[in-house]
């Protein structure tokens, strides 16, 4: 029987495993468009000189006026330092010295980066010219409360600022629709209890991947955001190789949405069925770099599952779970079954990913390829390999040898639409 060879990122590596031609419904990828290289300062120099709703950066700002700069930490594929050069240019011929602006790493509540990460994070020729920050979820200033009660406290330098500018990556989100945005303020630079009360909202309906309207996460935050304002955005797409394939620059909302209606049109994928069995990466290093980033290739790979059937899931996770609450629920839990029903009793940040697994694990077995061990993640029902043949060999012992096969190795940025 003929097979056919699929390789899968694994960190900063791929993984091969050959599965029956036959078998093989199809390859999923995102769409592929010309980008990179040289293209990607004329993609963002072009988005940069004609902004979506609004002027161009050049005429927005002053001198004299205190710049912040909100950019992705380092789970995020955001290409930050190629974005950083052409903003600070735009700033440049605005007479804005580089001593009024300020870059904000917005990590949520992710860990604060060393400063070797932050400078290679925003590049060396960036970090050595302008102020580079951690936001710290500690140092905020309360703005309000959202209609739907989440405290709009944000971290203070951002607060106290003339002009703010969001620089971000879009994608799929699983519960925020898509990401980008003001996304990068609110829950980017917010406290933990404005955190956890924006997440909290993931359980309503609406609240769903590829979802922008009627979200009750993705309205909350932008409400929030509005509350202190944001003058200009610069999000960007990636490829599989993380080159940029296509920006958009402008008014927050405005631009936002442009730029997620390019997602869809690069990842909503129909298929004309669900398959036994998903093969699914998270796309590899920084996207599988822990379990609580990999989660989101798994969220959207259960699309294209039948119930009953097998995710292999294929993620290096070389910093471990990359949560102590998320942690804990996975490890103090016996089944799928009470993180859920924990979940419904209080909503815990860091537990909420774990329900979204278990969610996953409702409908069908996942078989984890990682370098975590049995005990790291628990009892509920992942079931953990360190080889993706000896994975897909279980798999088939579940759905048997005729299963039928999708795969899926960007994870991430594929949302497969099966027909109803």
Known sequence: MAATQIELPFGDSHLQVDVPSERLLGVVLPRAEQGGDGAERTLVRDALARPVGTPTLRSLVRPGQQVVIIVSDMTRPCPTDRLLPLVLEEL?????????????????????????????????????????????????VRLGVTSRGTPVELFRPLVEADVRICLGNLEFHYFAGFSGGAKAVLPGCASPSAVAANHGLMARPGAETGRLEGNPVREDLEEGAAMLGIDFILNAIVDDRHRIVAAFAGHVREAHRKGCERVAERGAVPIARCADIVLVSAGGYPLDVNMYQAQKALDNAVHAVREGGVIVWVAECREGLGSATFAAWLQEAGSADEILARIEREFVLGGHKAAAIAAVLKKARVHLVSSLSAEAIGRVGLVPFDDLGQAMAAAHEVVGPEARIWALPYGDSVLPQAAA
Not at 122 to 136: F, K, L, M, P
Request: aromatic share 2%; proline share 4%.
């Open 92 to 140: 440049a011929a605005a007479s804005v010295p580089d001593a009024d602006v300020t870059v904000i790493v917005a990590l949520g509540l992710h860990r604060a980066q060393t400063a070797a990460e932050l400078a290679a994070l925003v590049g060396s020729a960036v970090y050595d010219r302008v102020r580079v920050v951690n936001h710290d979820p500690q140092d905020v």
